[in-house]
């Protein structure tokens, strides 16, 4: 897939929070990532920023729940 394709591919990505973050760990450079999520590199670390926040609170929520089946 070239990054053309790639960047209409997940641009309107349902998750572009996760999929910063996994691509982030995956070790896929910043550049490349700015282009499949459509995000200028000056924006990316707010993004991470965000997806980290987003990735904590469904982590917290998660564990609310759990806890409350038990």
């Not at 996760?18 to 590199?41: P, Q």
């Not at 924006?43 to 926040?53: H, V």
């Amino acid at each position: 897939m070239n990054s053309a394709n790639a960047s209409r591919s997940y641009a309107g990505c349902r998750y572009p929070y996760s999929l910063a973050l996994r691509l982030r760990d995956a070790g896929v450079a910043a550049e490349v990532i700015c282009v499949y999520l459509n995000v200028e590199r000056a924006a990316l670390d707010g993004f991470y920023r965000i997806a980290e926040a987003k990735f904590i609170v469904a982590q917290h929520l998660t564990q609310k729940r759990c806890r409350e089946c038990a």
